[in-house]
């Protein structure tokens, strides 16, 4: 029989001062925090690029208080996906890039990319993104050297020549609107990138379409958007949903708005590790 492909279970960002004296025991420090969760989950969606560029130190922080087999998957920048809607993409792609993202070496897991509800890039814009995406460690750093000015020697981070350069890189887009969909679905599907499983309560449509040779799911909450838990019902959903899709999967839980997402993770987890057919 098979081994089946592996699936990665976390949360959407860590840094909840709400958290504290729940999933948070009251000794574990704002510092501590993300040790924490890699004690316990298996990996975390970085939020905090999606706001402004980190220094390098922080993403080496980060690589540093994680165990070896810890991942990261990381939230493109809104500067690309919301201010520029996409339109000349290759420079701040490639600063983003330098900003320091690399310093997670092979604890780098996929790149997220968020698009607007409202005024998403058009498809013309989104095929042309795609085809700049680099698909290995070695192409993100050779892009990355080619990032703007506002990157100073001390806030670049380029990684040494040929470090791990035929790693893979996969990405994933997630769309909050149907608009031009099967369009969208095609250009993702020629380049081999994953849309997004997205529930956002009914906020936007949830669209499940296969396009890559990986899954990726953000659970943003059920019945109220970034409120409340999901029943056992609903995760049984989501364990016969993965394991049907039979490929590589990271699901994250963003409903972390009071508290729910480590916990739901975690039940998650133990469900798909339950479910996994006897070798």
Request: aromatic share 10%; charged share 25%; glycine share 6%.
């Amino acid at each position: 029989m098979s081994v089946p492909p592996p699936i990665h279970v976390g949360i959407s960002g860590w840094s909840y001062a709400r958290w504290h004296g729940d999933f948070y025991p009251d000794e574990v420090s704002q510092r501590d925090e993300l040790a924490y969760v890699a004690s316990r989950l298996a990996t975390v969606e970085v939020n905090a690029s999606f706001y402004r560029l980190q220094r390098p130190s922080t993403y080496e922080r980060w690589y540093d208080r994680t165990p070896e087999a810890f991942r990261f998957a990381v939230k493109g920048s809104r500067y690309l996906t919301h201010q520029r809607r996409l339109n000349d993409a290759e420079v701040p792609l490639a600063t983003f890039l330098a900003s320091g993202v690399l310093a997670l070496r092979d604890k780098l897991g996929p790149f997220l990319w968020q698009l607007p509800a409202a005024g998403a890039p058009t498809p013309e814009r989104l095929d042309a993104f795609c085809a700049l995406l680099p698909r290995t460690y070695g192409a993100a750093a050779a892009l990355a050297a080619l990032h703007g000015p506002q990157l100073t020697p001390d806030r670049a981070w380029l990684p040494p020549a040929d470090t791990g350069a035929e790693r893979p890189l996969a990405h994933a887009v997630e769309i909050r609107s149907d608009e031009a969909l099967d369009e969208v679905t095609e250009i993702l599907r020629r380049h081999g990138i994953a849309l997004v499983v997205s529930d956002g309560a009914g906020t936007w449509p949830m669209i499940e379409r296969a396009t890559a040779d990986l899954a990726y799911v953000r659970l943003h909450g059920h019945t109220v958007l970034y409120h409340g838990g999901y029943s056992d019902h609903r995760l049984r959903r989501w364990v016969e949903r993965i394991r049907a899709w039979d490929v590589e999967t990271w699901v994250y839980f963003d409903n972390d708005a009071d508290g729910r997402a480590p916990y739901d993770a975690e039940r998650l987890a133990r469900r798909l590790r339950r479910s996994v057919p006897s070798q």
